[in-house]
């Protein structure tokens, strides 16, 4: 059993910064795949990043490459989600989560626990 907590959104203006963080419980995160996803309301639910569980490999969604980076700390059971050059539409719920498969996996339905979500919001 894993529980995530997301910490970090907030309201920034277009070209700002922010840094998420997701704090797990639970003696075995570093098991697990890590990944981040975003939601608007009235969409699906898509992928944003995603890191394997050692953080060797990760993987981006196109329309965040090269501004957003994904990473973790083992020894703290946290995965951060750094976000830099943000745009209006960036502005989501963004939700962390684990996947038992370990290595980077994109698919939702592979990701077995979730935390409640952060609003991020980017004012034009």
């Known amino acids: 059993q894993v529980q995530l907590v997301e910490s970090g959104g907030g309201l920034v203006q277009a070209g700002g910064s922010l840094r998420l963080s997701c704090a797990a419980e639970g003696r075995t995160f570093s098991n697990y795949a890590m990944g981040w996803f975003r939601q608007v309301p009235g969409k699906a639910r898509e992928i944003v990043a995603t890191i394997s569980w050692s953080g060797g490999s990760t993987n981006y969604a196109d329309f965040v490459k090269g501004r957003f980076v994904i990473s973790r700390d083992n020894a703290k059971n946290t995965v951060y989600l750094q976000m830099n050059s943000l745009k209006p539409e960036d502005t989501a719920v963004y939700y962390c989560?684990?996947?038992?498969?370990?290595?980077?996996?994109?698919?939702?339905?592979?990701?077995?626990?979730w935390g409640q979500g952060t609003q991020v919001t980017v004012s034009s």
């Open positions: 989560a684990a996947s038992r498969l370990g290595w980077i996996t994109t698919a939702t339905t592979a990701y077995n626990y």
